[in-house]
């Protein structure tokens, strides 16, 4: 996906000032629900369940060419093709070249964050190859030709009138205003696709490495549909997606579900090992395994390897206040959010990116439900150090910095510019004490006023006259 | 005991007297109160601006200014976090500061926290007639639990009583430079914060971190409202306000 984070503030801009996309976003009920699931499951037993996922995932993480290695031989083993990816790129050419071997025509989707990364669906029409998404979101962000706004409710930003007068659009059918009627008429569309296609195309939540497997987690049984209908299956997930044992899947799912959409399960829940085999009724003929790599890989090692611990549950966006204010869209790539402030640098690099980790207050909503631990505002803090470390913060900043560091390693002198300042801060306060426009921080008096101090002097000067 | 007071650069300079009601606030429970004269700041803007040796320079100065008290306190959530929670980060390739860092960070507290849990005293000194709502401001909050503590301390206040507030535990968009950088969305951010504060029907709002309190006042006063009062819980509590 073409990256514009470049435009952040202008898009955060527009998302504030338009009342729908407001309103979408107060709809967003994950955290309520989630809320709940943690309660029933007992806060303390949770937090106990966090620190083993943590730990599950750096196992992984901390010796990950292994585990990789081990779930090639074993899913190799199994029948299945494991082929890699280094870029979003070669994510194409990979599915291209199966799609030319297998003559195939008509490609099924399942949600796929990673299918974004690699602009899936244009290159596939470019092959010759119809993409339909069949996730419900996905489906509508496809006819609306919108990228997804969150990684698991990717059209939370589109209300039910906008996708009635898509569907119109699209359907050709009279407009129905029931969310109900709405999901049928896209359900029946799915249906005939589902039933020609030659190929299926998912994510993967996660690879288990025991057993060669992929393990699916999803809400509309279309996950089933993809993985089993057509003659051909293709998982592409990301390289930092394998754990190494059933046991470790199943302290994962414990947490994943309840993190992301406050369920206990998922309606539905797959782990699918090997193509069809002679016994099985159904499934594919063949199946392939792309793993991506796409920078993740340049993470190891370095100080923002705690985020390749991410199971894309989506907690840390359903409980940011800056995404819940300037919505998906806003952050500019394929991941919105906390994690995608971090991720979104981190893959496509840091002079790419700008805003995105500084657009951060760092309150530590995110971290605190992490499901894996991940120390999402320590990141943003280490990628606004590269920053300044490598010069991509405006001259201006960085010498107010050097001022104010300056001035308190030298007290004398703080306390001279600190005693003037409040000075001239409370004239510019006036009667009021509240100042309206403040030179160099415009930003801050654009939407509130600057309380100005009192009148008497700093806590420094008070103190040293009463110690007199 | 001795105790070191942080008086914070932000109470410095825009509200001397939350720094006058925390040290009564401690003098009153009896403690021993040092202010060092020459402390300036924890260093936290620069640590969260990715100024790594602005934010080392100046805790090496305020490890030398409070090594020798007994503890030490900052009205400040996000102050005494920096102290407790960042310093250990901020000397991570340093072993001998970082030993006396983790030294200090273990005295450190923030105000409530150390009234409550260390002094743990049962009066305090202020009076209030009225109902307020209060704001848990995000460092102490997630960094360090203060959540119970100013709550306990607001129920030893006559006269006081708490409406609290929808989503108190939502930050108020402050987030230091960020409210400078991102002043549309961290406007936003406080307008919702107001507006909660509002629906709650208290007169005042009480929060225990000079960030939020400029950004919650400077907000509800653009926005016209001229007597929901802005209160830090020192102030409060020392009845001072």
């Known amino acids: 996906m073409q990256i514009r984070s470049v435009h952040f503030k202008q898009r955060a801009s527009a998302a504030i000032a338009n009342p729908e996309t407001q309103k979408r976003?107060?709809?967003?009920?994950?955290?309520?629900?989630?809320?709940?699931?943690?309660?029933?499951?007992?806060?303390?037993?949770?937090?106990?369940?966090?620190?083993?996922?943590a730990a599950v995932r750096d196992r992984s993480i901390g010796d990950l060419a292994t585990w990789i290695e081990r779930f090639e031989t074993v899913a190799t083993r199994r029948g299945a093709t494991v082929l890699y990816a280094n870029n979003a790129k070669e994510v194409g050419e990979r599915v291209v070249a199966i799609c030319?071997?297998?003559?195939?025509?008509?490609?099924?989707?399942?949600?796929?964050?990673?299918s974004e990364e690699a602009d899936l669906n244009l290159v596939l029409a470019a092959a010759g190859v119809q993409p339909v998404e069949t996730d419900l979101g996905e489906y509508i962000c496809?006819?609306?030709?919108?990228?997804?706004?969150?990684?698991?409710?990717?059209?939370?930003?589109?209300?039910?009138?906008?996708?009635?007068?898509?569907?119109?659009?699209?359907?050709?059918?009279?407009?129905?205003?029931?969310?109900?009627?709405?999901?049928?008429?896209?359900?029946?569309?799915?249906?005939?696709?589902?039933?020609?296609?030659?190929?299926?195309?998912?994510?993967?939540?996660?690879?288990?490495?025991?057993?060669?497997?992929?393990?699916?987690?999803?809400?509309?049984?279309?996950?089933?549909?993809?993985?089993?209908?057509?003659?051909?299956?293709?998982?592409?997930?990301?390289?930092?997606?394998?754990?190494?044992t059933l046991e470790d899947l199943a302290t994962l799912m414990r947490l994943l579900p309840r993190s992301a959409t406050g369920q206990n399960i998922s309606n539905y829940f797959s782990v699918l090992t090997g193509p069809r085999g002679r016994a099985d009724t159904d499934g594919p003929e063949h199946l392939y395994f792309i793993l991506v790599d796409n920078g993740r890989s340049s993470l190891v090692g370095g100080e923002l390897q705690d985020m390749l611990r991410c199971i894309r549950c989506g907690a840390c966006m359903n409980h940011c206040p800056v995404y819940k204010t300037v919505g998906g869209h806003s952050y500019g790539w394929v991941y919105p959010g906390p994690m995608g402030s971090v991720l979104t640098p981190a893959f496509m690099g840091l002079a790419n990116a700008l805003d995105l980790p500084q657009a951060s207050t760092l309150c530590g909503a995110c971290s605190v439900v992490c499901p894996v631990k991940i120390?999402?505002?320590?990141?943003?803090?280490?990628?606004?150090?590269?920053?300044?470390?490598?010069?991509?913060?405006?001259?201006?900043?960085?010498?107010?910095?050097?001022?104010?560091?300056?001035?308190?390693?030298?007290?004398?002198?703080?306390?001279?510019?600190?005693?003037?300042?409040?000075?001239?801060?409370?004239?510019?306060?006036?009667?009021?004490?509240?100042?309206?426009?403040?030179?160099?921080?415009?930003?801050?008096?654009?939407?509130?006023?600057?309380?100005?101090?009192?009148?008497?002097?700093?806590?420094?000067?008070?103190?040293?006259?009463?110690r007199k | 005991m001795r105790v070191g007071?942080?008086?914070?650069?932000?109470?410095?300079?825009?509200?001397?007297?939350?720094?006058?009601?925390?040290?009564?606030?401690?003098?009153?429970?009896?403690?021993?109160?040092?202010?060092?004269?020459?402390?300036?700041?924890?260093?936290?803007?620069?640590?969260?601006?990715?100024?790594?040796?602005?934010?080392?320079?100046?805790a090496m100065k305020l490890l030398d200014e409070f090594s020798d008290c007994d503890y030490v306190v900052a009205p400040s959530g996000s102050c005494a976090g920096m102290v407790k929670v960042h310093y250990a980060d901020v000397f991570k390739d340093d072993e001998y500061q970082l030993a006396r860092a983790k030294k200090l960070a273990a005295r450190t507290h923030e105000l409530t926290d150390f009234l409550v849990n260390i002094l743990k005293i049962e009066r305090v000194p202020g009076t209030f007639a009225g109902t307020v709502t209060y704001h848990d401001s995000c460092s102490g909050l997630r960094e360090l639990g203060v959540?119970?503590?100013?709550?306990?301390?607001?129920?030893?206040?006559?006269?006081?009583?708490?409406?609290?507030?929808?989503e108190s535990e939502t930050c108020c968009g402050f987030g230091g430079s960020f409210a400078i950088k991102f002043g549309d969305i961290s406007a936003q951010m406080a307008a919702a914060k107001c507006a909660h504060i509002r629906a709650s029907g208290a007169s005042a709002v009480v929060l225990g971190d000079l960030g939020c309190m400029l950004n919650i006042e400077g907000r509800l006063r653009k926005e016209g409202d001229t007597t929901t009062q802005v209160l830090h819980i020192a102030e409060v509590l020392a009845g001072r306000k």
Not at chain 1, 31 to 38: H, I, K, P
Not at chain 2, 147 to 166: D, F, H, I, N, T
């Open chain 1, 100 to 114: 030319r071997d297998h003559r195939l025509t008509k490609a099924i989707k399942s949600k796929s964050m990673l």
């Open chain 2, 147 to 166: 959540k119970a503590q100013p709550r306990a301390l607001l129920a030893m206040v006559p006269g006081l009583r708490l409406a609290e507030m929808s």
């Open chain 2, 5 to 58: 007071l942080i008086v914070t650069c932000l109470v410095d300079l825009m509200r001397p007297g939350v720094g006058f009601a925390a040290l009564e606030l401690l003098e009153s429970a009896g403690c021993e109160v040092t202010v060092p004269a020459k402390q300036t700041c924890c260093g936290q803007p620069g640590w969260n601006s990715g100024d790594r040796g602005s934010a080392r320079a100046l």
């Open chain 1, 142 to 244: 496809q006819l609306a030709d919108d990228p997804p706004s969150h990684i698991i409710a990717p059209a939370m930003h589109k209300s039910r009138d906008e996708i009635a007068d898509l569907f119109v659009k699209h359907h050709g059918t009279p407009r129905l205003d029931e969310a109900a009627l709405l999901t049928r008429e896209a359900r029946e569309r799915l249906r005939s696709h589902f039933l020609s296609a030659d190929l299926g195309i998912s994510g993967g939540n996660f690879l288990i490495a025991e057993t060669g497997s992929v393990a699916l987690v999803t809400n509309e049984g279309n996950g089933r549909m993809v993985t089993t209908l057509p003659r051909v299956h293709i998982v592409i997930t990301g390289i930092e997606k394998v754990v190494p």
């Open chain 1, 25 to 53: 976003m107060a709809s967003l009920g994950f955290a309520a629900r989630r809320a709940d699931r943690v309660a029933e499951f007992g806060a303390a037993k949770f937090e106990a369940q966090r620190a083993a996922a």
């Open chain 1, 375 to 466: 120390p999402l505002p320590g990141l943003l803090r280490s990628l606004r150090e590269r920053q300044v470390q490598a010069r991509l913060r405006p001259g201006q900043e960085i010498f107010g910095l050097k001022l104010w560091s300056f001035a308190a390693r030298h007290p004398w002198l703080y306390a001279i510019l600190s005693r003037w300042g409040a000075r001239v801060l409370r004239l510019l306060g006036g009667s009021s004490g509240m100042i309206s426009r403040l030179p160099l921080a415009s930003g801050w008096t654009s939407g509130r006023y600057f309380p100005a101090p009192p009148r008497g002097g700093t806590f420094r000067d008070r103190y040293a006259a009463l």
